[in-house]
């Protein structure tokens, strides 16, 4: 249409009240004729609509595209394709296949044949003449005992019970969640209504398990509560005040290791769950008479209950899906009995060769890890991040603290606190240790730097830790491109399928690490195309899949900063950019960019920590060639394989933590965000 | 120079119809406010120009090219946005500069250019400056220079002087005027600021509820109000109901509740009354008289309800026909107290008839009049 044409159409307009009055009449007509026709005709006129609000989608996400956001959209769904999606898919399929054949096999063999995985019994009579056949399973003989005592060493020996691998791990997880969201919700509760002295150097203490992956962690606590550990030689021998040694073992000992860590996760996000209510509704119930407990359990926390039970699923998820702390303790029998473990020793890397079996077991750990994860999915997307990081103004209710309140509150957190630094000073003693220096004593008798000299001189050690520096570095570098893109396109374009997006990057949050790994395995391998990315023979493969993996499943710490920048950004400097001429790319580069640089910034100095501390995915992928290990294959190897092993892993660990602490305290300083931020919640 | 042209333009927001088919011819070189109450759809309506919004339906014109689906930075337009959009990381140089870096315009010459605007805006020397360093006014002018420094086609102003104070704003208006006409820069200016739209604008679009209500000069839209939402809105109005008894040509009789003739005309071409028919009748304050005038006039009999001195003149509300309160600006040599009555005289010029039919704002005009009843 033209312009003569379009203002011809449209020449009665210049009259003004007629042409409104005109409009009235023919939107009256038009309700009234719908009216009139009846339903069929209704019926059709919604068909038609629909058939239009298809095309009017696909119109709009023509008309938010430019090259340059296409460009942007394109590499962040290319990315997440052939990393993500493709390998889980590929996992999927091979589980239900067996010799290229359609087939139930694996499922059928997990869950009815084969009783180590799923003795189904358990829920049958406890028939006696099956306890015999079976070894394994709920059978407390003497060594599946879940507590032991042995009264002529006088030795306690918890270890929890063996259930079978799919119950053992949900048990485990279901435990340590349990527990670290007693621990967390009352420490959040205490942090975020009581006001009283020292707050805030316990409130920075209390991100201090963070600190420790699980991983690193088990390595000091399993020193210091073995049977000849500081624990047992301090309070039992010199000093006599516990009756028996005591020791952790198996599952009891894996559950108290992630909670130490974990209720720091649950702690937190409890934590702003109580700072997010608005305090009106707590005075309001005051107001009528509530106080006291009734108050907390009446208000309080159903109020807070959906942010609780967002840190606590996700938790689970993560105690699920943790495969350090299973190959620390994996000494112990029940311990390898756990889905993580059992993937992880059903896998023969170099070859890139999967046992049918451990594809199926990697399905049921995903699928529990989706059920999860749904359930929470509200929280973990970017839109509900960005409300939370803008909410939270009013001035939080805090209550003054009397003398008993002091006793109990400094009891708790200091007690929590001391049990919560034992991994720190397991690692840092084993660390300075010098070699055969602790046996049967309290402390180590000797002290040295040796250890940390062998790590940074022995070429292997030093380069497995070069490796790892190199692949979060890219990965991070991949993660701001990508990361910033996606961030970008959910948060400015209004594309159809945004909630999709949305989804993509927040979800590898909880995808297990060693479904990943399996996935990258099986469809790098079996793919003509790809399968030279496995070949230790071509140079640089396996560090391709290794960066790769960490860019894909540390992106959500990114990209939720990022959008939380953006959100903080308003929309209208970027069209003032755009209005003066500038490109698509222009703007992004000259505003966006040093608008929100800071926020991506932190968001990928976050990420690289969390690949540098990778586990899982590290410890399938490091074997494929030894050389491009990284440094958590390598301290996974030397804890196994050397007399000193334990110290070098220590020395290891230390650097990750210090890495950890340097970033945490910039990201303080330079955003002033909410420290929830590092739990990817 | 260009000409704008829109196109029954349709813009909604969810259930929130902010424009609704507006057309609107906007000619070269025309400085074009569009005015009305807040949330009518003025700012909707310049994103949609500057191409921020899609148009639901409708289209775009620039000249004889339809650029509804130009991209915004193909359109060449200058804009201050209402929040000024100020790039808070770069200086006050910068962000002037950054449409013509753009444009790669030689450094030296923008240099030039950029100081000439901040001068221009009374902002000379201010280059350095980031914007945390400005206040709120500051902010603005900075980015009125960002958008004139371009000279681009069009020019979208989206109440660039709101934030000034009253000195400085008439200042700024004079110099947008000479900028714009030195240029012959195609504009559309959106305020809700009345005087401010009447003073500065070649024509004046009145806004209400995403409708365009009238376009016209502002002395056409003081003197010839075409409907009772502009006669309300712009200056202010005592609104007389009745009803037609005669029309002859241009002159209508009619009469109110209480039986009171008056007789006015009609700004309206499109409008034939009939017997009967109800209408309000406008009258502006200044146009009610104490001195009988020598042309055809209305006298209406009022009982002074109320006398403040202002200084230029007498605000005197008063009742006429008991119920109804007149507002009239007379005199202030004129000695008039409470309680005395008093016979005002209006032109029929002066005197507007207005159609109650069609007209969504009626039943607000029959508030407004209730409303001043019950004051008492
Ligand atoms: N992005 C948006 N989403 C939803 N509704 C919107 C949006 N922008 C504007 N509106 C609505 O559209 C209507 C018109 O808004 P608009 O900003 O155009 O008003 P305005 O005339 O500029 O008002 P003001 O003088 O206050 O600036 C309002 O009712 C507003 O609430
Ligand atoms: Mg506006």
């Known amino acids: ?681 | 120079m260009v000409s704008i042209s829109i196109n029954e333009v349709t813009k909604t927001f969810g259930e929130v119809m902010a424009v609704d088919e507006i057309s609107i011819d906007i000619e070269e070189g025309e400085l074009f406010t569009l005015l009305g109450p807040s949330g009518c759809g003025k700012t909707t309506l310049l994103r949609v120009i500057a191409g921020f919004y899609h148009p639901d339906h409708g289209q775009i014109f620039f000249d004889e090219e339809d650029i509804t689906k130009l991209p915004p930075h193909k359109r060449d337009t200058g804009m201050v946005f209402q929040n000024y959009a100020i790039w808070p990381h770069m200086k006050v140089f910068d962000n002037v500069a950054f449409g013509l870096e753009i444009r790669k315009v030689p450094s030296a010459e923008v240099r030039k250019r950029v100081e000439a605007v901040l001068e221009a805006v009374r902002l000379g020397g201010f280059g350095e400056r980031t914007p945390y360093q400005l206040s709120g006014g500051q902010q603005q002018r900075v980015a009125l220079a960002r958008a004139l420094v371009i000279n681009p086609k069009v020019l979208l102003l989206d109440e660039p002087l709101s934030n000034l104070d009253a000195k400085l704003r008439v200042e700024m208006r004079h110099e947008l005027i000479r900028i714009q006409k030195e240029f012959g820069t195609t504009t559309v200016y959106v305020t809700h600021d009345q005087e401010e739209a009447l003073s500065i604008s070649d024509r004046v679009a009145v806004i209400n509820l995403g409708r365009v209500m009238q376009v016209d000069n502002p002395r056409d839209i003081y003197s010839d109000p075409h409907n009772l939402f502009v006669a309300d809105f712009i200056g202010s109005c005592t609104f007389i109901p009745g009803s037609i008894i005669s029309v002859d040509g241009g002159a209508i009789s009619i009469k109110t509740p209480w039986g009171l003739p008056l007789e006015g005309r009609c700004t309206r071409t499109d409008v034939t009354f009939n017997k009967g028919d109800e209408v309000f009748c406008a009258i502006r304050p200044e146009d009610f008289k104490v001195q009988t005038p020598s042309s055809p006039h209305n006298d209406i009999p009022t009982k002074i309800s109320s006398v403040v001195f202002t200084g230029r003149y007498n605000q005197v509300y008063a009742d006429v026909g008991g119920t109804q309160r007149v507002q009239a600006e007379l005199d202030a040599e004129s000695k008039l107290k409470r309680g005395d009555t008093l016979t005002l005289h209006v032109l029929h010029k002066d005197t507007i008839i207005l159609p109650v039919k069609d007209d969504l704002f009626a039943p607000r005009i029959q508030e407004i009049i209730l409303g001043g009843a019950a004051a008492d």
């Open chain 1, 1 to 681: 249409m033209t312009r003569s044409e379009a203002t011809s159409a449209s020449k009665s307009n210049q009259a003004d009240e007629k042409q409104n009055s005109n409009q009235n009449e023919e939107k009256r007509k038009k309700t009234t004729l719908e009216e009139v026709l009846g339903i069929g005709v209704a019926i059709k006129l919604r068909a038609s609509r629909t058939k239009s609000y298809f095309s009017s989608q696909a119109y709009q996400l023509y008309r938010e595209m430019d090259l340059f956001t296409g460009i942007q959209l394109i590499s962040v769904l290319v990315l997440f394709l052939l990393f993500l999606i493709l390998p889980i898919f590929q996992v999927m399929v091979t589980a239900f296949q067996v010799d290229g054949q359609w087939s139930l096999f694996w499922f059928n063999y997990i869950f009815f044949e084969d009783k180590t995985y799923f003795p189904l019994y358990i829920f049958q009579h406890l028939d006696s003449s099956i306890f015999h056949q079976h070894p394994i399973g709920l059978i407390l003989d003497v060594k599946e005992q879940p507590i032991i005592f042995d009264p002529d060493g006088l030795v306690l020996l918890v270890q929890g019970v063996d259930m079978g691998i799919i119950l053992n791990s949900i048990y485990v997880g279901l435990l340590t969640t349990l527990f670290s969201t007693l621990i967390g919700v009352s420490l959040a509760f205490i942090m975020a209504r009581y006001d009283f002295r020292g707050k805030t150097v316990l409130r920075t203490l209390l991100l201090v398990p963070l600190l420790v992956i699980p991983f690193v962690g088990a390595i000091g606590i399993k020193r210091f509560l073995s049977v000849d550990g500081s624990f047992n030689l301090l309070f039992h021998e010199t000093l006599g005040i516990w009756p028996t040694r005591f020791v952790l073992e198996g599952f009891a000992a894996v559950i108290f290791v992630q909670t130490l860590h974990f209720f720091s996760l649950t702690y937190l996000s409890a934590y702003s769950a109580f700072l997010n209510i608005d305090p009106t509704l707590e005075e309001s119930a005051e107001n009528l008479g509530a106080k006291g407990f009734g108050l907390f359990r009446k208000v309080t926390l159903p109020l807070a209950l959906p942010g609780i039970e967002a840190g606590a699923i996700l938790t689970f998820i993560l105690s699920v899906e943790d495969l350090g702390t299973l190959v620390v303790y994996s000494g112990s029998p029940q311990v390898r009995k756990t889905l993580t473990y059992a993937i992880f020793t059903n896998i023969i890397a170099p070859t890139g060769n999967v046992q049918g079996v451990a594809t199926a077991m990697g399905v049921i750990l995903l699928v529990i890890a989706m059920v999860g994860f749904f359930f929470i999915r509200r929280y973990m997307s970017l839109r509900h991040y960005a409300m939370l990081s803008k909410g939270g103004t009013w001035n939080p209710r805090l209550s003054p603290s009397k003398w008993f309140h002091y006793i109990i509150f400094y009891g708790f957190i200091i007690g929590i606190l001391t049990i919560a630094f034992i991994p720190h000073a397991g690692i840092i003693l084993l660390a300075f240790a010098a070699p055969g220096s602790w046996g049967r004593t309290v402390l180590p008798s000797h002290f040295t730097l040796a250890n940390f000299g062998i790590v940074f001189i022995d070429p292997d050690i030093l380069g497995s830790i070069i490796n790892s520096l190199v692949y979060s570095g890219i990965a991070a570098f991949i993660i701001i491109l990508i990361g910033t893109s996606a961030a970008y396109i959910v948060a400015r374009k209004n594309i159809p399928g945004k909630g999709l997006l949305d989804l993509l990057v927040t979800i590898p949050i909880a995808l297990p690490g060693i479904v990943i790994a399996i996935g990258y395995l099986l469809f790098f391998s079996r793919d003509p195309l790809f399968s030279q990315f496995l070949s230790p023979l071509i140079i640089g493969a396996p560090a391709v899949l290794i960066t790769m993996s960490y860019a894909v499943r540390k992106m959500p710490f990114t990209v939720r900063s990022t959008f939380a920048g953006l959100q903080q950004t308003h929309v209208e400097l970027e069209e003032a950019a755009s209005n003066l001429g500038a490109s698509r790319f222009r703007v992004f580069r000259k505003i966006v960019i040093p608008l929100i640089g800071i926020s991506v910034l932190a968001g990928a100095m976050m990420s690289f920590v969390y690949c540098m501390s990778e586990v899982s995915t590290s410890l399938v992928l490091g074997d494929i060639a030894a050389e491009y290990g990284p440094m958590t294959w390598k301290m996974y190897v030397i804890y196994n394989s050397l007399a000193m092993g334990p110290s070098l892993a220590a020395v290891m660990g230390i650097f990750l933590m210090i890495l950890q602490i340097m970033v945490m305290a910039t990201t303080n300083v330079i955003t002033k965000r909410r420290s929830s931020a590092l739990i990817g919640l």
